[in-house]
Structures are given as structure tokens and as C-alpha cells.
T-cell receptor, first 116, second 111 residues
Framework: DAGVIQSPRHEVTEMGQEVTLRCKPI?????LFWYRQTMMRGLELLIYFNNNVPIDDSGMPEDRFSAKMPNASFSTLKIQPSEPRDSAVYFC??????????????FGPGTRLTVL | KQEVTQIPAALSVPEGENLVLNCSFT??????LQWFRQDPGKGLTSLLLIQSSQREQTSGRLNASLDKSSGRSTLYIAASQPGDSATYLC??????????FGKGTKLTVNP
């Protein structure tokens, strides 16, 4: 398996623009997580899905952020409108349900977002 | 609110030294404790996962221990090498699918 795939790897945009980050989880994994990493706050969970259904979005910072998982192999995280404080590395991770507390989450390489 | 603290934030050691990274957590209702490695510009890679019923896990030169009563975990790296230079994060999992991460310890092993 190719692992968790994220695109784009780098995104530079101007304040006010819409940004869409994409993730393809590992095949067969039915949990998908979106995280944000900054120097100040570390790694924070934004939202996670189980079987394509959002389970907990309490980490989503504002209504400007939204996430969807239309099918088992694809998820998006959208920021509209973007602001400079959204600059961070955004990670997607997936997890198999066979052993939720005995197996690890598998992380993608991340998308580095810079909002000017 | 569950919190995970890692001390020190950064550590620099000469090659060959044995070292210990520390992680503390506030919630005793733990399911597992995980250690991850993050290289610059890369995602996280799982190193070791210790279930609540276990006291330690070993993989090669790495050994992780878990003490639930004191809310602490340590990652021991034996005979450190320059290739071990990375940021090491611990993550705590309690009664949900969520992981709570510490901010990490940035390790530099000097040749």
C-alpha cells in the first residue's frame, strides 16, 4: 500500500482565498483524522470520521473550516476564507478498525499551508 | 482536559550516548501510550505502542516504558546515532479514538 496520500504538499495562498486540502487514506481503514500542527500549539485534532461519517468536529477552530468524506477513499478539508493564522502543516491520518486501541494511526506527509 | 507534557523540549547529545526522553500525562484512564518520530518536513511514524496492561515495549535500540500510577512514560534510546536526530512525540489515548499529543522533544545527535 502507498500509505496515506495528501495533496498538495505545499500551498501558498493569499488571505481571503479558498483552500482545499485532500487526503486518500490507506485502503481498508475506516477511520480518518485531520490534524493541524503549529509551533505554538503542537499537533491538534481537528475532526475525525468513521465509515465516512463525521464523529467529532470539536477541534475545528471556526466555521471557516469544513471537512467532508464523500467515500471511503477520499476526504477534503476546506478553509474559506483563509487567514494568515491558518498557516500550519495539516496532516491526515488513517486507522484500521480491527484493533482500535492496539494499532497505531498512519500519518500522511502533510500539507504545508502558507496564507499571506 | 487531558494534557501530555514532554520534557525537555530539545536535547543535544554526542553520538553513542544513551538517552531518555520523558512524557507525562494527566489522565490515569489510559488505553495506550504511543511514541512517534517526526523528521523535518515529514509525517509522523509510529515507533512503539504500549497498551495499558503492559509496562514496556522494545524495538531494536528503543525501549518505552509506561507507569500509569505516576502518569509517566519514558523512551530510552541506546547507543544514539546521528540518524536518530528527529522530533519524538508521545501520544495518549483514553476511552475514545482520539490521540492527545505532546509537543515533542527535538533530538540532535552530534557525530
Amino acid at each position: 500500500d502507498a500509505g496515506v496520500i495528501q495533496s498538495p504538499r505545499h500551498e501558498v495562498t493569499e488571505m481571503g482565498q479558498e483552500v482545499t486540502l485532500r487526503c486518500k487514506p490507506i485502503s481498508g481503514h475506516d477511520y480518518l483524522f485531520w490534524y493541524r500542527q503549529t509551533m505554538m500549539r503542537g499537533l491538534e485534532l481537528l475532526i475525525y470520521f468513521n465509515n465516512n461519517v463525521p464523529i467529532d468536529d470539536s477541534g475545528m477552530p471556526e466555521d471557516r473550516f469544513s471537512a467532508k468524506m464523500p467515500n471511503a477513499s477520499f476526504s477534503t478539508l476546506k478553509i474559506q476564507p483563509s487567514e494568515p493564522r491558518d498557516s500550519a502543516v495539516y496532516f491526515c491520518a488513517s486507522w484500521g478498525a480491527g484493533a482500535p486501541f492496539t494499532d497505531t494511526q498512519y500519518f500522511g506527509p502533510g500539507t504545508r499551508l502558507t496564507v499571506l | 482536559k487531558q494534557e501530555v507534557t514532554q520534557i525537555p523540549a530539545a536535547l543535544s547529545v554526542p553520538e553513542g550516548e544513551n538517552l531518555v526522553l520523558n512524557c507525562s500525562f494527566t489522565d490515569s484512564a489510559i488505553y495506550n501510550l504511543q511514541w512517534f518520530r517526526q523528521d523535518p518536513g515529514k509525517g509522523l511514524t509510529s515507533l512503539l505502542l504500549i497498551q495499558s496492561s503492559q509496562r514496556e515495549q522494545t524495538s531494536g535500540r528503543l525501549n518505552a516504558s509506561l507507569d500509569k500510577s505516576s502518569g509517566r512514560s519514558t523512551l530510552y534510546i541506546a547507543a544514539s546515532q546521528p540518524g536518530d536526530s528527529a522530533t519524538y512525540l508521545c501520544a495518549f489515548q483514553s476511552g475514545s479514538e482520539k490521540l492527545v499529543f505532546g509537543k515533542g522533544t527535538k533530538l540532535t545527535v552530534n557525530p
